[in-house]
């Protein structure tokens, strides 16, 4: 199998991440078919879809007749078998529950054709967590987009002992072909490259604000002003979710038993409260004003 021979895409779990990562393909000319299995998260998918691309047209992004074919290259359904059994490449992006990503790799690997690789974009789950659940681990690994899937560049190839080196060739290419930077990491490890070294940042910027050292505003202020990130940890956490970054700690913590996994206070507090970010108008910042 070849990059040339990728033409259909599916992908599993119609959220945020989904939905973004199924726009770019479609944008890029792939067919692509987005699913998932509530209704009331495709609809507000597709609306998504049918707002963007004119809004790209508006900027002067793309051109009427690209932003047709974009939107004649994708469609949603509930039904994983009808996402799927056409595929070439399969990105699953559906929240992070290993029992449930098992399921839906299981489901795959009977419905997609044999040659289909099935990646799953999971930001801390290694594939080969997943991979022995089907007949073709060779054609698994993880392909981790960031967030927002269509604006950030860096995109993780995670190559698990299981993983042939003709996936990770291709899934390098097929990140290529979408005009984002992919990066190949050997070997699996825990939090992958990227997440790694944020994760460390985030939880010196917690300890530091549970200690009374400064509060949310001044520690962002200081990451972004003095050295030169985009968004402070605090803000970027409400942008990713609260909840994503509790259910991360608490599945690391099932795995490794080490107390230091655990979601710190203010996570578990925020997580408590129903207050994850941005998507719910509340997290580490107040965002009830925002539409």
Not at 31 to 44: A, F, G, I, R
Not at 71 to 100: C, G, H, M, P, W
Not at 167 to 190: A, G, Q, W
Request: with cysteine.
């Amino acid at each position: 199998m070849k990059i040339s021979d990728v033409k259909n895409i599916a992908v599993v779990g119609a959220g945020n991440m989904g939905h973004q990562i199924a726009t770019l393909c479609a944008m890029k000319g792939y067919k692509t078919v987005c699913t998932d299995v509530k209704q009331e998260v495709l609809e507000k998918a597709e609306s998504f879809v049918d707002n963007y691309l004119p809004g790209r047209v508006k900027k002067g992004k793309m051109t009427e007749e690209q932003a047709k074919q974009a939107r004649d290259n994708i469609r949603f359904t509930q039904s994983l078998e009808d996402a799927a059994k056409d595929a070439d490449y399969v990105i699953e992006a559906v929240i992070e529950v290993l029992d449930l990503k098992r399921k839906i790799f299981a489901d795959l690997d009977n419905i997609a054709p044999e040659h289909a690789i099935l990646a799953t974009n999971s930001s801390f789950i290694v594939s080969s967590r997943i991979a022995d659940v089907t007949k073709r681990p060779e054609k698994v690994c993880n392909l981790h987009f960031f967030n927002p899937a269509l604006v950030m560049k860096l995109v993780e190839v995670v190559q698990g002992p299981h993983t042939s080196d003709e996936t990770v060739e291709i899934s390098m290419e097929l990140c290529n072909s979408l005009e984002k930077v992919p990066v190949h990491l050997k070997k699996e490890v825990d939090g992958f490259l990227l997440n790694r070294i944020i994760r460390a940042i985030f939880n010196e910027a917690q300890w530091m604000l549970e200690m009374g050292v400064a509060d949310v505003e001044d520690i962002d202020k200081a990451c972004v002003y003095g050295a030169g990130h985009p968004m402070g940890p605090f803000r970027l956490n409400d942008l990713t979710g609260i909840d994503l970054a509790y259910t991360m700690a608490m599945e690391n913590f099932k795995a490794t038993g080490d107390f230091k996994d655990l979601p710190s206070p203010g996570v578990v507090e925020h997580y408590i409260k129903g207050e994850y970010g941005e998507k719910t108008g509340k997290g580490w910042y107040d965002y009830s004003d925002k539409k």
